[in-house]
């Protein structure tokens, strides 16, 4: 089945042809510059207008149409303006070619070229690109969103950054430029589980500038601290979901110092990585016609009059019919598998020793930063949950030169290699675990990561503690609680067969137990448009 991929959510007016025979990719790209500032969307989307037929038929000519199967494009997510023009010129040449339709999600296709160029079975993806960043993972029928940025994504606040100096679009190659001549500076550093944010980083390096550090270190920095946010969640997803493959998507992914730092953590934690080339990382049509042909060989064309572009398409809403449910996911012996995503743990009887390591992929001054703030936040924090009656463990030593912690040794399982166990006794365990956070909000503290597998329960009884307070802190802030939550339910979205009964449980005893206000911006958080 050969596809003739067409792209043109921004920036990018591409098309493209993949015979899945030979693998083969055909990409002819025309690339909108704008004379000054970002990307403006009707320049681009007039760009479109010219420029796509044109990709398209050079491809034809070089290819043939007689041998065209089907037209795949990009349905979203995007800018509605190109989106538009792109969707239009696709239904007209699949009705002139007389094939049928793909409409593919932009994202998706990021993710899945890595897949497709690896061979991977199960990978993790990082897709970092300009108006998204996010760690996908693949459960079932669907990929699941684990993390993801909370405001814009990392190619459109490095772009808007380099706006800040006048430096024309786009701006990611520029700052890796002048990043190379940098040394260190601090800048905040936003993680909470598997989510981050950018927006405080950026204002940080902008401040900096003006007050007179050289640009060279603010975009070394940037880059320090940003890509070590991307690879600590990258690698807080492999831990989570158990995978040991991780593959990179979307134009960041260009970055030679994000693909260092994520070889460097796969290599530690004894996973794999793989980048795709520049050429499928980058906005392009070949991603989306190889996802074009997965999906048409499964039957997943539609029909011209129902395939209206979607601006705000994410990829969670794809019914995956084009592969295999993962076939290791649920084989896996968890109890053998110690290694957290900042430490390692050994168990010595009823007490549990867990060091965080440095991790050779931050720069030294950020690690030793991070590591041990964390050491005493968790002890800290972990005795404060405990005084406030919620189980955790208790803390025996605390060790902030070698950043090392020994805690009691609670739970039989962590909550994540339970979820399948009967439906009552699951969600009796979530309802704790809302019980528990609600009384640690009304104290105003945050767990900042309180996913599936920082919670551990028991077999023979109800008891669930918490453990991991590392990324906590205080606040009364609506929204940290919120995130809370949100990281809760995205944690049980990526690891649950049937996510939805837990969420509602969680949210029903949080209702009864927490503010009103935390539920509200909860909901607030996950309608955050993330295209902007
Ligand atoms: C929805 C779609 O339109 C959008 N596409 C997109 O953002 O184009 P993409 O080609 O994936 O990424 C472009 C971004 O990638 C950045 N970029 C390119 N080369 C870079 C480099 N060497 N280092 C850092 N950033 C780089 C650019 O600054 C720009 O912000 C998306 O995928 O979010
Ligand atoms: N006190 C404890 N009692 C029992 N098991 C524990 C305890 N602390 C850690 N573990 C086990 O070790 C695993 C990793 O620990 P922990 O989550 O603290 O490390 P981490 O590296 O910070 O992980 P991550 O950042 O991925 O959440 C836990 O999922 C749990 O299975
Ligand atoms: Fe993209």
Redesign the pocket.
């Known amino acids: 089945m050969r596809v003739l991929g067409i792209e043109g959510?921004?920036?990018?007016a591409s098309a493209a042809l993949f015979d899945p025979e030979t693998d083969e990719i055909t990409i002819e790209s025309d690339a909108y510059q704008p004379e000054s500032g970002g990307i403006h969307p009707r320049e681009a989307a007039e760009h479109m207008r010219t420029a796509i037929p044109a990709v398209v038929e050079t491809v034809l000519d070089e290819a043939g149409a007689e041998g065209v199967d089907a037209v795949a494009f990009s349905r979203g997510?995007?800018?509605g303006p190109c989106l538009r023009i792109a969707g239009t010129a696709a239904r007209a040449l699949a009705l002139s070619l007389d094939v049928p339709l793909v409409g593919v999600n932009?994202?998706l296709a990021?993710a899945e070229i890595g897949r497709h160029r690896s061979n991977f079975d199960a990978p993790i993806c990082l897709?970092t690109?300009?108006?998204?960043a996010h760690v996908l993972g693949f459960l079932d029928d669907r990929y699941r969103i684990l993390g993801e940025t909370m405001d814009t994504?990392?190619?459109?606040a490095?772009?808007k950054f380099t706006r800040h100096l006048d430096w024309s679009?786009?701006?990611?190659?520029k700052?890796?430029r002048a990043a190379r001549e940098g040394s260190y500076t601090g800048l905040p550093y936003v993680v909470t589980g598997m989510d981050f944010s950018f927006s405080g980083i950026m204002s940080a390096a902008k401040e900096a500038v003006d007050d007179g550090v050289p640009v060279e270190d603010v975009c070394f920095s940037l880059q320090e601290t940003t890509f070590a946010m991307l690879t600590e969640v990258a690698e807080r997803a492999l831990a989570l979901t158990g995978e040991t493959e991780l593959v990179l998507g979307?134009?960041?992914g260009?970055?030679?110092r994000?693909q260092a730092m994520l070889g460097e953590m796969c290599a530690a934690r004894g996973a794999e990585f793989f980048a795709p080339e520049a050429r499928f990382?980058?906005?392009n049509a070949g991603m989306i016609a190889v996802l074009g042909a997965r999906m048409a060989e499964a039957g997943e064309t539609i029909p011209v009059e129902s395939s209206r572009i979607d601006s705000g398409f994410r990829p969670d809403q794809v019914a995956v019919t084009w592969r295999d449910p993962d076939p290791r996911r649920r084989t896996r012996d968890p109890e053998a598998d110690r290694q957290g995503a900042e430490a390692v743990v050994e168990f010595d009887g009823d007490r549990v020793v867990k060091r965080r390591l440095p991790k050779s992929y931050r720069h030294p001054a950020l690690d030793e930063r991070l590591r041990r703030e964390r050491v005493v936040e968790e002890a800290r924090l972990t005795s404060a949950a405990r005084r406030l009656g919620v189980p955790t463990p208790v803390v025996h030593d605390v060790d902030t030169h070698e950043t090392q912690l020994v805690l009691e040794r609670v739970g039989d399982a962590d909550l994540r290699d339970r979820l399948e166990a009967d439906a009552g006794t699951s969600t009796d365990r979530v309802r704790a675990v809302a019980d528990h956070l609600a009384r640690l909000h009304g104290s105003g503290i945050v767990h900042g990561d309180p996913t599936t597998r920082n919670v551990r329960v028991s077999d023979g009884s109800n008891r669930t503690y918490l453990i991991d307070f590392g990324l906590g802190y205080y606040t009364d802030a609506v929204e940290d609680h919120a995130m809370d939550c949100h990281v809760l339910e995205q944690s049980l979205s990526g690891t649950a067969t049937e996510p939805d009964r837990l969420r509602e449980a969680f949210e029903a005893r949080y209702a009864e137990r927490g503010e009103h206000e935390v539920l509200d911006r909860l909901r607030e958080i996950e309608g955050r448009g993330r295209?902007q």
């Open positions: 959510t921004a920036w990018a997510p995007g800018l932009h994202m990021h897709n690109s300009g108006a998204n994504g990392i190619g459109n490095l772009d679009h786009p701006g990611g190659p700052v890796e979307g134009g960041v260009q970055n030679a994000l990382l980058q906005d295209y």
